[in-house]
């Protein structure tokens, strides 16, 4: 049976969400989270046992910088640095990537039998333009918007070529 992108459920990613952090955080339906080269945010590949890709990942860069932050308390003023600058320290860097991988939970359905692993995670205006694209116009996207209590929102989306 072919791929069928699962859309995630939004209390699940609520649930897994507040369980890795340790605190609430809230999943809604948002509004398109906007991926254009003036863009910033931080976006992640999916791939197959057969290095097809699956689905990328793409938060804004204000959630980028709360989900680093908040998975090892790293202080929450810290967040509105990285924003501000619109780069990542190592820290928050190296968490954001965890986040994305632990992600690869919501690229699985019950009919698809192969691993779907973290190909590669890109820092604000790392995307190569082929994947820009994809991340922009596939039919299988679903934003959503994020709050990490205590540190901060914004939006992110999950897209996928199925």
Partial sequence: MPYQFP???????SSMFSA??????????GVRMSTTPRDLFSAATYRDEKEELIGMAAFDMPLSASLGAALSLIPPHTVKKVVKEGKFDEMTWENLHEVYNISTRFFHDHFYSEMV????VYQPKELPRDLMKYLRRSAHRHDMACEVHGYGKGKFTFVSNM
């Fill in 7 to 13: 859309k995630p459920e939004m209390a699940a990613i």
């Fill in 20 to 29: 890795l952090f340790g605190r609430k955080v809230t999943v809604t339906n």
């Fill in 117 to 120: 692993a973290l190909e590669r």
